[in-house]
C-alpha cells in the first residue's frame, strides 16, 4: 500500500528474524529503547510547559482490574476450562484508579483541559 502510494518502506522479504518467532532475543526490550520510555511518569511532555508536567492529574494502582467474562458452554462441553478472565493469578497489581478528591478532566474530551496550577495531594 506504501509503494502504491508513493510512501516510502521496504519490501517485506518474507523471512521473519529469531526475535519475531520466539526465538533468541524475543521478549527482551533494549536499553536504548527503555532509556527513551522507560521513565514514568515522564519527565516531559511534548505541548506541556517546563514544569507542569508534575501538576498533570495522576493515578494511584488501587482500582479493581476488568476482566471479560470467559465464554459460556453447553452442557454437554463440561471438561473445558475456561478460566475467569484472567491469564496471570500471580499479577496481582491494581488497575489504574483516581486519586479521591483530585479533580480530573472530561476523560472523552480532553483537548482543551486547562492544567492544574497546584499538584493534588
Do not use: K
Amino acid at each position: 500500500m506504501c509503494d502504491t502510494l508513493g510512501g516510502p518502506g521496504t519490501t517485506f522479504n518474507g523471512v521473519y528474524q529469531p526475535w519475531q518467532t520466539g526465538g533468541a532475543g524475543a521478549g527482551t526490550i533494549s536499553a536504548a529503547a527503555t532509556a527513551l520510555y522507560g521513565q514514568w511518569p515522564p519527565a516531559s511532555i511534548t505541548g506541556i510547559g517546563v514544569g507542569q508536567v508534575s501538576l498533570l492529574p495522576t493515578y494511584t494502582p488501587t482500582g479493581t482490574v476488568v476482566t471479560l467474562p470467559p465464554p459460556t458452554f453447553a452442557a454437554q462441553a463440561t471438561s473445558v476450562q475456561a478460566g475467569n478472565g484472567w491469564f496471570d493469578p500471580s499479577d496481582t497489581a491494581g488497575a489504574p484508579t483516581p486519586v479521591a478528591g483530585c479533580p480530573y478532566p472530561d476523560p472523552w474530551n480532553a483537548v482543551n483541559a486547562a492544567i492544574p496550577t497546584a499538584v493534588c495531594p
